[in-house]
Every structure is written in C-alpha cells, then in structure tokens.
C-alpha cells in the first residue's frame, strides 16, 4: 500500500486526506469527484502542515471520510457512459446554463476546464479562460452523466474562433 494525496475540491475550498490505496488508479476508480495530487509543491506543503490531514485506508469499513465518494462511484459504475472522457488529453461538452446560455468547455485530463465560451441565447458567444475564473474545480471525467454532453472538438473550436 502506498499513501497518497487526495483532494475533493468543490470550488470554494477543498477536503484532502492521506489515502492507502494499492495505485493512484485504484483512489479515482473507488471514489468519485475526487482527485490524486501530483504536484511536488502541494505535496510539500501538505507534509509540512503543523496538524496533519486525516489519513484512511481506502478499503476502511464504512463510516470513514470517503464513504459518500465511494457510494456515489458505486452507483455510477454500471451506467453507460462510465469513464468514456478519463484518460484523454481535451475533452470538449456543451452544457446548458442559466436563462437559456449554453456554456462550451474544454477540459484537460485533469477535469478542469482550459477554455470556455458562454452562448447567450442570441447566439453571440464570449470566450473566457482560466485567468478570468476565480474557480476551477475539476470534473470527474469518470462520471456517466458527462458522456452525453461530449462535443467534436471541431465544434469547440469554431465556436471560439466566432466568440468574442
């Protein structure tokens, strides 16, 4: 077993623990909506804290920290759709927003979006990227839900190109 660094991050703060788990793989399979954390920075900082973060096996009898994220994997496990989008270098979706917008997103691998543009039900679209975010949490590219929303990377990006 190897300890590693997880994070849920749901935008305006963020959970972490120390997780045992035999792979980084294994946390992502077992548990949705959380992420394995690979930057040396953050890993610094997390070993330096004065009180250290929770640490759970994670095959650990239920109740623990990760009982709500492993239920909610185990319920999408078997839906069509199930980790179509992990794995994959962009990921392109249109989803729909407030008062008739659709919102156009790239993702990275790691779920969190690279670009954006915002279609106002006029059609005029305005772009936005990272800097113009105060939040970038991740989405679980494992999610079935997702997979429906999948767009032609081809679609994005003439969307962006006619996006001001």
């Known amino acids: 077993m190897e ?27 077992a548990c949705a909506e959380v ?3 690979t ?22 009898p239920h109740p623990n920290p990760l009982s709500s994220f492993r239920a909610t994997r185990d319920a999408q496990r078997d839906r069509p759709g199930f980790g179509a989008l992990a794995g994959r270098d962009r990921v392109h979706l249109r989803m729909e927003g407030d008062a008739g917008a659709v919102h156009l997103c790239e993702l990275g691998p790691d779920g969190r979006r690279l670009r ?43 969307a962006w190109r006619t996006a001001r």
């Open 3 to 29: 300890r590693f660094l997880v994070t849920h991050d749901y935008g305006m703060g963020a959970l972490w623990w120390w997780v045992r788990a035999s792979s980084a793989e294994a946390v992502v399979l």
């Open 35 to 37: 992420e394995v954390v």
């Open 39 to 60: 930057s040396e920075r953050v890993l610094s900082w997390a070993r330096a804290l004065d009180a250290p973060l929770p640490e759970v096996d994670l095959d650990a």
């Open 116 to 158: 954006q543009i915002e279609i106002a039900p006029s059609g005029e679209g305005v772009r936005s990227g990272p800097d113009d975010w105060l939040f970038n949490p991740p989405s679980d590219l494992y999610d079935p839900d997702l997979a429906p929303l999948e767009i032609p990377a081809d679609t994005f990006e003439a």
